[in-house]
C-alpha cells in the first residue's frame, strides 16, 4: 500500500495527491505540525501519526518582514512573517543568498530554511549594504555586520 503524498511547492501551499490544501485551518494544522524524523526526512506528524512530506523547494516562505530599530534610528532586529501566517525573529547569522540569487534563512528553531518571496526580498534590500574593503555584502543588525554568505 502507498503511503499518502504530502507536497509543498516553491510558495509554501500544500497539496494532497495532486490537490492543494485550501481549509484555511487543516493548513495551518500540517505547517504547524511539520517536523523532521530522526534520518532528517521532513514528515507531517499529528499525534502518533505520520507522513512523509515532499518539499519542492523549502517548507516554508518568508511573505513579509517588520523592521526594529534602536532609539538611535539603527536597524535593531527584524521579524519574520511566513507564509502561514505566524511570526518570528530573522536570526541573521542563518541568512544567505543561495547561487539562484534567493535569500534564504532558517526558521522554526533551525530546523527548516525558508525561502524569500520577492516581496520580502524588495523588503530587506534597501538595508543590505556592501563593504567598501572587500566588496562583500552584509546585513547591519543590532550593531552587528551580518556577512551574507
Known sequence: MNEPTLH????????????EITHRKTYLLFCQNLTRDPSGRIILKIGDEQCPVEVEDTPFVVVSLMFHSSAAGGLES?????????????????????????????????????????????LLIPHIQQDPDDSSFFLPLGGKKYRLA
Do not use: M, T
Open 8 to 19: 509543498i511547492d516553491k510558495d509554501g501551499r500544500w497539496f494532497f495527491q495532486g490537490e
Open 78 to 122: 527584524i521579524d519574520l512573517v511566513l507564509n502561514d501566517g505566524s511570526q518570528e525573529p530573522l536570526d541573521p547569522s542563518s541568512l544567505r543568498i543561495r547561487p539562484d540569487h534567493v535569500p534564504c534563512c532558517r526558521v522554526r528553531k533551525g530546523l527548516f530554511e525558508a525561502r524569500f518571496s520577492r516581496q520580502a526580498y524588495q
